[in-house]
């Protein structure tokens, strides 16, 4: 059961970090660029992204419901609560608001935007943000549910 728990650590962080990286470093690198430079990373990043982030989010979730349902019963249930209540907010936050607009990024030539891809791209910045805060909450919640 604790080897599950620290894979589930393991790929909580990595996750986290690379959301983290893709807010924190990869969104102001493709700012200082061209309009066209710009739009034409932040399309590529949304297609290649969006095609392998499903499988590390499903994998996450998966790996902490795994830990409950396994019986984790150290002192480190009520993190590991915590923690997928944090997932489902993501999940919720992801699948309802941010996926649709990546989705439609994805597309986008950036030669010839949308004329609203600028609010597109505030809107979906501002809720990455906000699941890029509730995944560093739920690895410290798993670092917590492990240290216990």
Known sequence: MEQLLIVT???????????LAVSAVVAPILATLD??????????????????????????????????????????????????????AITVLSLGYLVPMNTRAARWD????????????RRWDRGHAVRVVLLVVAFALLVVAVAR
């Open 9 to 19: 650590v393991v790929v909580a962080g990595l996750l986290a970090g690379l959301e």
């Open 35 to 88: 309009e066209t430079s710009m739009l034409r990373g932040r399309t590529q990043g949304a297609g290649a992204l969006g095609r392998a982030m499903p499988v590390v989010y499903g994998l996450a979730l998966t790996l902490v419901v795994a830990s409950l349902v396994l019986g984790w019963d150290d002192g480190g249930r009520g993190p590991l609560v915590a923690a997928l209540a944090s997932y489902g």
């Open 110 to 121: 950036p030669e010839q935007p949308p004329s609203d891809w600028r609010q597109v791209m």
